[in-house]
């Protein structure tokens, strides 16, 4: 089989979601959005997809980066064709990122899937059928009976466990530009009010402003580990691994990282050889895809580590369902306005469909298991 042509086609949807001024998401008026699918075709028939932003996948990046690599090549040779685009990476001048390396991963696990005829989460290993989902809260807000109050976490921790099922709660704390962010206090003072409601059984996790300093840092660690709260993650600039070193080495809480810092597995296995973290983190889109992702999650087993997926979606589903050492898939974000049960315009099923009791089952479709209604994406192409 070989490739024979790598097309991103931009469609219109709605969203209900705006970005302040940092970049963090918050519920807001419906309005019209774009985004992409980069399908990889192949000459005999099958074809593999992902949904990704519109930058990720512009015409610029897919003539100089990829077609070049992969027309003609063999799309099942994943991890061939992962190196032969991620080597541009060093004299792509910071055009190459590692969400462009990712869609195009994806992409072709999606194929490789298909050509199968099995989910890519039993391809990679198949570890569960299913896993519990944590409820991963938007950042806190100052919208009237959104998340703008400690008892605002309080009341959407309690509908999220006691009403929606879900057995895990992840708070994002307040950020700027929010009026007062950050306060380590106030996110402490909204940990404390969600333990308080849930009681002491439920697995809690925080994950606030990624700027703090490391003395800020440390007080709410340690407030934090008195609320036996599971981890934190993120909680200053992760480029500096021995703040993270440091804190590792000064609190008895479980600290999570890196999320966004860039290197991939090299950076992961880095943070683990200098007990930078107790939990490593992975995610399909911060790292270049399933090929780098599961290289981490591996590398983490061999050191008795679990390695927690970043991020919703299909991808990083089928990586926490394939491996044994992890403990939750990421849901979200959630937020009281808005409805995450509801598919996209694009979708027939959203990909992390959660049953009652908080889990969320693999699917038996071959590639990713994503449903796209491709009626629609055909319809509102740009
Ligand atoms: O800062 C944010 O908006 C969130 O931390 C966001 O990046 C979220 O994806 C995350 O980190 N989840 O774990
Ligand atoms: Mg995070």
């Known amino acids: 089989m070989k490739i024979t042509a790598i097309t991103a086609r931009t469609f219109?949807?709605?969203?209900?979601?705006?970005?302040?001024?940092?970049?963090?998401?918050?519920?807001?008026?419906?309005?019209?959005?774009?985004?992409?699918?980069?399908?990889?075709?192949?000459?005999?028939?099958?074809?593999?997809h992902i949904v990704t932003r519109t930058a990720d996948v512009s015409e610029a990046l897919l003539d100089r980066f990829v077609r070049p690599n992969l027309i003609g090549q063999d799309p099942l040779c994943t991890e061939a064709l992962w190196y032969k685009v991620y080597k541009w990476q060093r004299l792509g001048a910071g055009l190459l990122t590692d969400r462009v390396l990712a869609a195009v991963d994806l992409a072709l696990w999606d194929l490789k899937g298909k050509a199968a005829g099995m989910p890519v989460w039993k391809l990679l290993g198949g570890a569960r059928p299913k896993i519990l989902a944590y409820g991963s809260t938007m950042c806190g807000d100052d919208l009237e009976n959104g998340l703008a109050t400690p008892e605002d976490y309080a009341r959407f921790a309690d509908w999220l466990v006691n009403t929606r099922g879900y057995k895990a709660v992840k708070l994002h704390g307040w950020m700027p530009p929010v009026p007062g962010a950050p306060d380590v206090r106030k996110d402490y003072r909204a940990c404390a009010a969600v333990r308080e409601t849930l009681g002491p059984e439920?697995?809690?996790?925080?994950?606030?402003?990624?700027?703090?300093?490391?003395?800020?840092?440390?007080?709410?660690?340690?407030?934090?580990?008195?609320?036996?709260?599971?981890?934190?993650?993120?909680?200053?600039?992760?480029?500096?691994?021995?703040?993270?070193?440091?804190?590792?080495?000064?609190?008895?809480?479980?600290?999570?990282?890196?999320?966004?810092?860039?290197?991939?597995?090299?950076?992961?296995?880095?943070?683990?050889?200098?007990?930078?973290?107790?939990?490593?983190?992975?995610?399909?889109?911060?790292?270049?895809?399933?090929?780098?992702?599961?290289?981490?999650?591996?590398?983490?087993?061999?050191?008795?580590?679990?390695?927690?997926?970043?991020?919703?979606?299909?991808?990083?589903?089928?990586?926490?369902?394939?491996?044994?050492?992890?403990?939750?898939?990421?849901?979200?974000l959630l937020h009281p306005f808005i409805d995450y049960d509801e598919p996209k315009a694009y979708q027939n099923r959203i990909d992390d469909e959660m049953d009652a009791e908080g889990y969320v089952h693999g699917r038996e479709d071959p590639g990713l298991g994503q449903d796209l209604n491709w009626d629609y994406i055909e319809g509102n192409l740009v």
């Open 12 to 48: 219109r949807h709605s969203t209900n979601t705006v970005r302040d001024s940092d970049g963090h998401g918050h519920p807001g008026p419906v309005s019209q959005t774009t985004s992409a699918i980069l399908s990889i075709e192949t000459d005999e028939g099958l074809s593999g």
């Open 202 to 332: 439920v697995p809690l996790m925080l994950d606030p402003h990624h700027f703090y300093t490391r003395t800020e840092v440390l007080w709410l660690a340690d407030k934090l580990a008195e609320l036996d709260f599971a981890w934190m993650e993120e909680p200053m600039e992760e480029a500096s691994m021995s703040s993270f070193k440091w804190l590792t080495a000064k609190t008895k809480l479980n600290i999570l990282g890196p999320e966004t810092m860039t290197g991939k597995h090299w950076t992961r296995a880095e943070w683990v050889r200098h007990e930078a973290c107790d939990i490593v983190r992975a995610g399909v889109w911060d790292m270049g895809g399933i090929t780098p992702a599961m290289k981490c999650a591996n590398m983490a087993e061999s050191f008795h580590m679990s390695c927690e997926m970043h991020g919703t979606g299909a991808a990083n589903l089928s990586v926490a369902l394939a491996i044994h050492n992890t403990s939750y898939y990421e849901r979200g």
